[in-house]
């Protein structure tokens, strides 16, 4: 067998070697079932043991209040932008927008189909390389929500504290950042995530929505994109992602006995401190991102010049750090730290771009 590589994509991404060991384990024969996971009715007994074992575990890890309902969805984070205007957009049919990125701006396109959406501030003048700075007053109070991207996946941003937008709830995009650290989900109204960079496989899409939110859609959203169809249900209204959703829970169990998110946060911040502290100081390579706005997840930096970022990038693939190529509307390169990756990942990684940079000073 080939060793593994060390993968800093951006998603899909490394999953804990743990998990993957556990899954090939149970893959034939899951819990003397005579079955895989793969294989079994979602409506069986046993796979209710794993969607209810992975929503509980969720609820724990993430300490999510009794009011919010957990949904586990298909069609990824993209079908939010359209599923988050279609439920919530349903009182004034106004909602507010900060854009910090692609992610951030389809979402706002989607929702203007739907309503009425307005721009409250973008960083789209510096190519995003920061959060905007916004207070109460340039929320408008009448919105039915307010809406973010919690962490820039592409940019490399993360929101140092969350925007104050009164009594309008907030919406999140927590896709690349969930699980990585506490979050204080009474905070919001609703966040929503991709499975495939902190949770487990693609397929995925995991929504959790303060109950008050349920139930107003609009009167045109499908049958399958409204909230109320999938929290009657359990997420049972029809077959759910049934594989990523048991992966899903053993990545949970492994993060729980790792201590939780604290432990994973502290985990993360020095993987995130180790990056960081030799970009500020390489002569060679820098960071893209005001400081006090990076991420912990994604790390992009650049050379400042297209070839000597593409020979970085060809150096690194050849010894076994793969998919760090920057974004196409960054360049450079961008290093993903999901919790999977380990510590010692990073530090091989800066063990060869030290080196690098010296070969090519
Ligand atoms: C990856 C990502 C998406 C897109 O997720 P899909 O599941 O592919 O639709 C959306 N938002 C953020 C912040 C992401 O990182």
């Known amino acids: ?25 149970e893959m034939l024969n899951y819990q003397g079932s005579g079955q895989s996971v ?6 069986s007994k046993i796979f209710d043991s794993i969607i209810v074992g992975c929503e509980s575990l969720l609820r724990e890890v993430l ?3 009794s009011n ?17 205007p279609l439920n919530l957009m349903n009182k004034n049919h106004k909602a507010d927008f900060i ?4 992610w951030a701006n389809k979402a706002y396109k989607e929702a203007a189909r739907y309503g009425n959406a307005r721009i409250v501030a973008s960083s789209k003048d510096k190519t995003f ?5 916004t207070s109460r007053a340039d929320f408008d109070p009448e919105a039915d929500y307010a809406y973010i991207c919690l962490n820039n996946t592409i940019y490399g941003t993360k929101y140092p504290e969350l925007p104050d937008t009164g009594d309008v709830p907030l919406v999140a995009d927590v896709s690349s950042c969930i699980l990585s650290e506490p979050l204080d989900v009474s905070k919001f109204g609703l966040v929503f995530a991709g499975a495939q960079k902190n949770m487990g496989p693609a397929g995925l899409t995991v929504v959790i929505v303060r109950e008050d939110l349920i139930g107003n859609a ?9 909230y109320a169809t999938h929290a009657e249900k359990n997420s049972l209204f029809n077959t759910p992602p049934c594989y990523s959703i048991y992966m899903c829970k053993l990545v949970l169990e492994w993060l729980k006995n790792l201590g939780g998110l604290k432990a994973m946060a502290k985990i993360n911040h020095k993987k995130a401190d180790i990056l960081y502290g030799f970009l500020d100081q390489s002569k060679l390579f820098h960071g893209t991102v005001v400081k006090e706005d990076r991420s912990l997840m994604n790390v992009p930096f650049v050379t400042g010049s297209d070839e000597m970022d593409a020979k970085a990038v060809k150096a690194a693939e050849a010894e076994g750090f793969v998919n760090i190529k920057g974004h196409r509307t960054v360049g450079g390169l961008r290093a993903s730290i999901y919790n999977a990756m380990p510590t010692e990942g990073v530090e091989k ?7 690098f940079e010296k070969e090519n000073a």
């Open 1 to 25: 067998m080939n060793s593994r590589v060390y993968n800093f994509s951006a998603s899909p991404s490394m999953l804990p070697e743990p998990v993957l060991k556990r899954a090939a384990e």
């Open 38 to 43: 793969m294989e079994m009715s979602h409506r």
């Open 63 to 65: 300490n999510i209040p």
């Open 68 to 84: 919010y309902k957990v949904l586990f969805l298909q069609g990824g984070a993209s079908s939010q932008f359209a599923m988050v």
């Open 99 to 102: 854009i910090t990125g692609q």
């Open 129 to 133: 390389t920061y959060i905007p700075k």
């Open 218 to 226: 609009q009167e045109i959203t499908p049958t399958m994109f409204n």
């Open 349 to 355: 990684l800066v063990d060869f771009l030290r080196r």
